[in-house]
């Protein structure tokens, strides 16, 4: 070992030694504000102000991607000091759901899989999960309907959302796509890969797509059929043995997919936040114009809406909404309280920081 190598890794060895020390002082102030906090561990809108602040004094050489991660796994060591959180998502293990949860929460969570999306919002909203991880729509697919459907039910609030690039791989027993005789997963995911499919499997048409709940379930299928493949993530081929034949197959490299966090606090501002209402209108010339107008009149940008069937009667339809600001914002308030006096039904999901 020459003498400027000893000397790098001894300096390396002392800044790890205060980076101990500090993260540990970090440590017993958070147990100190989450004695004040009244039993509410998970404070999004200051979780966002603390990673925003941090971005912006990062000079690298590491991304704000890998400061943020970093900071994450901290923020999630000390809140568990304070009292582990269970976060409910879609199952089981290895799915994109559970990567969506590692992202916002980091690893210091007990992660309890469900069977479905509904199974979800029950946990949430009978207090066996503290938070849930649902997804809601995706880049290249669009909206997922029976998350909507149930965020029209249910008392519980959005907290948070999450963005999770979705890259695709093909998973079997082994390499050899020839043996190939039937494909599991998930219809999104089927739709996000056809392209690839058609190119590169040239059998298509006579090789099975079986659809299932969730990739990581298509994954466990695979695992127990030597002439199936899946089309699962990374992380799946991990958990279940599987060999990756090939990696990013999806069609659309940009390929996303969009979770909320449900919960049942209110979020307060964060200076940087995204509102998603719902709401429907009468069925008449003109209707969603004027309920859409108060939008315009106080500079409130809108950044999704969706259309879906209200289930109380033939072709009556509720939107979804996303608008930027917090509720509690003047200009906000005012459009919202001018669209529930023109509006036949509005539920406000929730306002929490926008990524």
């Known amino acids: ?6 000397q790098l890794r001894d300096r390396i060895d002392t800044i790890d030694s205060e980076l101990l020390r500090l993260i540990n002082m970090r440590a017993e102030l958070a147990q100190q504000i989450g ?30 991607e890998h400061i943020t991660q970093l900071f994450i796994e901290i923020i999630s060591a000390c809140r568990a000091m304070e009292e582990p959180l269970t976060i409910a998502y879609l199952g089981p293990q290895g799915t994109f759901s559970e990567e969506a ?3 916002r929460f980091g690893s210091t969570v007990a992660a309890l899989a469900c069977n479905s999306i509904d199974d979800v919002f029950r946990k949430v909203e009978s207090g066996t999960a503290s938070y849930g991880v ?20 249910t008392s519980l609030t959005v907290c948070g959302e999450i963005e999770l690039p979705v890259h ?13 005789q039937k494909i599991y997963s998930h219809p999104q995911s089927f739709a996000q890969c056809l392209g690839w499919l058609n190119k590169h499997l040239p059998n298509l048409q006579a090789i ?29 081929a991990d958990v279940f043995g599987l060999t990756i034949c090939a990696k990013n197959i999806e069609d659309d490299p940009n390929n996303t997919t969009r979770f909320l966090v449900i919960g049942t606090q209110q979020v307060s501002a964060s200076g940087k936040d995204k509102t998603s209402i719902v709401t429907s209108t009468s069925n008449r010339p003109g209707a969603i114009h004027e309920l859409l107008a108060p939008f315009a009149r106080y500079q409130v ?25 917090h509720q509690q914002d003047g200009n906000v308030a005012k459009a919202l309280e001018e669209i529930r006096n023109k509006a036949t039904f509005l539920k406000i999901l929730g306002s929490y920081p926008s990524v």
């Open 208 to 236: 099975a797509r079986i659809d299932t709940a969730s990739n990581a379930d298509a994954a466990r299928m695979a695992a127990a059929d030597k002439n199936a493949a899946a089309i699962a993530g990374k992380k799946a």
């Open 1 to 6: 070992m020459t003498e400027q190598l000893k």
């Open 301 to 325: 940008s809108m950044s999704r809406l969706e259309s879906r069937p209200s289930r109380r009667g033939l072709w009556e339809y509720v939107f979804f909404i996303d608008i930027e600001g």
């Open 168 to 180: 695709q791989c093909l998973l079997a027993q082994q390499t050899d796509l020839t043996v190939i």
């Open 101 to 103: 949860v590692t992202k």
């Open 35 to 64: 004695h004040q906090k009244n039993g509410v561990t998970y404070r999004p809108e200051r979780e966002s102000q603390v990673l925003a602040r941090l971005q912006q004094l990062n000079r690298g050489p590491l991304t704000n």
């Open 134 to 153: 649902v997804p809601v729509e995706n880049s290249t697919e669009g909206a997922v309907g029976r998350t909507m459907d149930l965020l029209l039910q």
